[in-house]
């Protein structure tokens, strides 16, 4: 028996896209943060105490009317007062550049040298007020704490490091000889006979 052929089925209306059950949308939601929160922000590199630290940048939370200023900021002011300051005090200078460039935070104060830690904490009690404002006085906790773990740092590299020979209770001391000392030796060594020195 032939098969008869279908009628054209009547034109579909125009189908709306399916909606993902509110599950796989919950789902996705999560996906889709976790995926943003690891492409969108930056890796951070920083070494601090000689130790490389890794992390993600944290989103900057918005700034709320009548915040703080920075750190950066109030330094800025304090050169800005007396321009020709930033000539004298060029370790502080080299500080500011840091907060702007660098780490507004001041993060990298731990990798400063000790000597110099100590010259910028000199500089800064000589320019600063005697009232420090709340961003003055989180950078000077900043570099004093810097300082303070470079100087752990120094004592804990003295623990371990090997003691000097000069420091030893066993050590030999050594006497520049004479000439006339150095042949009565040579000659107690060969077995000649001491030469008498009364004899003469």
């Not at 059950?21 to 929160?37: C, I, M, T």
């Not at 371990?160 to 000439?179: T, Y």
């Not at 040579?186 to 020195?197: F, M, N, T, V």
């Amino acid at each position: 028996m032939p098969r008869r052929p279908a009628a054209p089925a009547a034109a579909a209306p125009s189908e709306k896209p399916k909606q993902p059950p509110p599950a796989q949308e919950k789902e996705r939601s999560w996906l889709g943060d976790a995926v943003r929160a690891l492409f969108v922000r930056q890796v951070r590199v920083k070494r601090v105490d000689g130790k490389l630290a890794m992390g993600l940048e944290q989103a900057a939370p918005p700034a709320a009317a009548g915040a703080e200023p920075s750190m950066r900021a109030e330094l800025k002011a304090l050169f800005d007062a007396a321009p020709q300051n930033r000539l004298l005090l060029r370790v502080l200078a080299a500080v500011e550049h840091g907060l702007k460039h660098k780490d507004p935070t001041g993060l990298f104060l731990f990798e400063v040298e000790a000597e110099r830690l100590r010259a910028i904490l000199r500089q800064f009690d000589g320019l600063a007020p005697a009232k420090l404002t709340p961003g003055l006085t989180a950078l000077r906790a900043r570099i004093v704490d810097a300082l303070a773990s470079r100087e752990r740092k120094r004592k804990r590299m003295e623990m371990i490091a090997p003691r000097s020979d000069l420091m030893r209770d066993n050590r030999v001391e050594v006497a520049e000889v004479g000439p006339s000392d150095f042949d009565r030796l040579h000659a107690q060594w060969k077995g000649e006979p001491k030469a008498d020195p009364k004899a003469g």
